[in-house]
């Protein structure tokens, strides 16, 4: 049974950084593409950003492209979202999805996901 878990949602002030982290468990986490969606208050989930398994090739959303950086540690099957100079539009439940690279048409696995706040 594969199993995706977030952590690392929190409030920040605007201008700030926060890290998340997705845990994968039940696969063969080398090989599975991975991505971040999220879904704003009163809006659709949408694509953030993805990333293939071996080639870690990583595809960005145009809205959070040169702010956001997707990495993964097959070492410790984590996959990472660093955001970066964060604004209130950022301001979204991050969900970690597993099993395509393809951005906007995600796999089937999903997490539970993580509340991120940006606001003063």
């Known amino acids: 049974q594969v199993q995706l878990v977030e952590s690392g949602g929190d409030l920040v002030q605007p201008g700030g950084s926060l890290r998340l982290s997705c845990v994968v468990s039940g696969t063969d986490f080398r090989v599975l593409p991975l991505g971040w969606y999220r879904q704003p208050p009163g809006q659709s989930r949408e694509p953030v950003a993805t990333m293939s398994g071996f080639s870690k090739d990583a595809i960005y959303a145009s809205s959070v492209l040169g702010r956001f950086s997707i990495s993964r540690d097959n070492d410790k099957k984590t996959m990472y979202l660093q955001m970066n100079s964060l604004k209130p539009d950022d301001t979204a439940v991050y969900y970690c999805?597993?099993?395509?690279?393809?951005?906007?048409?995600?796999?089937?696995?999903w997490g539970q996901g993580t509340q991120v706040t940006v606001s003063s």
């Open positions: 999805n597993g099993g395509s690279s393809v951005l906007g048409s995600p796999g089937r696995y």
